[in-house]
């Protein structure tokens, strides 16, 4: 059976075929997407669509995607590249709201 990488999170399998500066662009991607899941809990919807997929090609030409990542809000503001305040704005004025941390003791 071949190495199967059991080590890693799901996410991470296979990644070490791709060139390096492919590889950090994922672990960006991965984390801001993880993070933003979890400041803004269920007040956001994030759906990820591979570029060269048929729906991805499809969102790219719908939206004018020409560079990657780009961040599509409630359906009309387009964010492209890692600006995350301008992300976090705009998720902001669309009515995401960030979720605070409550510990009971």
């Given at each position: 059976?071949?190495?199967?990488?059991?080590?890693?999170?799901?996410?991470?399998?296979?990644l070490?075929?791709?060139?390096?500066?492919?590889?950090?662009?994922?672990?960006?991607?991965s984390?801001?997407?993880?993070e933003?899941?979890?400041?803004?809990?269920?007040?956001?919807?994030?759906?990820?669509f591979d570029?060269?997929?048929?729906?991805?090609?499809?969102?790219s030409?719908?939206?004018?995607?020409?560079r990657?990542?780009?961040?599509?809000?409630?359906?009309?503001?387009?964010?492209?590249?890692?600006?995350?305040?301008?992300?976090?704005?705009?998720?902001?004025?669309?009515?995401?709201?960030a979720?605070?941390?409550?510990?009971?003791?």
């Amino acid at each position: 059976m071949a190495h199967a990488n059991m080590d890693k999170a799901p996410y991470e399998r296979g990644l070490d075929e791709y060139p390096p500066e492919w590889q950090e662009d994922f672990r960006r991607l991965s984390s801001l997407i993880l993070e933003l899941a979890a400041r803004y809990g269920d007040t956001i919807l994030i759906r990820i669509f591979d570029p060269r997929s048929l729906q991805g090609l499809w969102n790219s030409i719908r939206y004018g995607v020409r560079r990657y990542p780009t961040f599509i809000v409630n359906g009309k503001t387009k964010i492209s590249g890692w600006d995350r305040e301008h992300l976090e704005r705009d998720l902001q004025a669309a009515g995401a709201v960030a979720q605070t941390n409550i510990t009971a003791l």
